[in-house]
């Protein structure tokens, strides 16, 4: 009989994966333009030479290297200009729209929770601890203003989910003063994952108060390390702040699951 513990074994392959296999020509062609946009230190409002587009350049045909084109655009990397002194020019992407690109790839099969929640207690700590003595007075202005549109009771369900929008809004702020753009992006981006899953957006609406009270503690606490230029303390508190956010989201995200649980059982045994 054939061994089927290997195929049992063998690792089922990732949808980044999965992405990365379906090149076609056109996206071959973009990889190309952007290798050359590259290799010749080319930058945002520099033309695209016109020989780097001809079709025998890129041994395409005109419809292939359009469509080459419309991929560079829609990833922000160029952008195109009719009339006198048109042509195809370097853009600049913008990091609230990389974010959007990469959350479309999770958007139909997100990562758990606790993924997302392995990866923010490293990186968080580490933004608090880099933050320390270093954010400017108006950023401490910025910061508690977002505090204060959580400081007191919701009075409704939709009122619970702003508020709880607004204590993502925070890590947001903090993330964007990150000396470290690749540390300060990648805490948005983790940040945007759980503002985007079903699951998140359900419990963020249940009322809490004792949950708004804790973050409320542990922000607060967090600004006065970060202002008495105290990283560690600053880190620490961070790390206990991700910790229990984690503990709760991973209860109230079980709930739901064992109440089907519960109802599949039931419609079984009749």
Known sequence: ??????????????????VLKRRKRPDLIADRIRELIVAHGLAPGDRIPNDWLLPETQEASRGTLREALKILEFQGLTTSKTGPGGGVFVSSVGADQAIRLLDNLFLFQPPSIADIYAIRKVLEPQLASSLAGRLS?????????????????PKTAEEEYRQRLAELDFHVELARHAENALLGFNCIFLISLLRDMAVCRAIYKEPNPALREAGLHYQISLLRAIKAGDGERAARIMHEHMKAAEIYMLERAEIPRRGQSGIAHQAAGK
């Open 1 to 18: 009989m054939p061994d089927r513990r290997g195929s049992q074994l063998a690792p089922r392959p990732s949808q980044l994966s999965k």
């Open 137 to 153: 007075p108006e950023a401490f202005v910025t910061l508690q203003e977002t505090i204060r549109l959580y400081e007191e009771e």
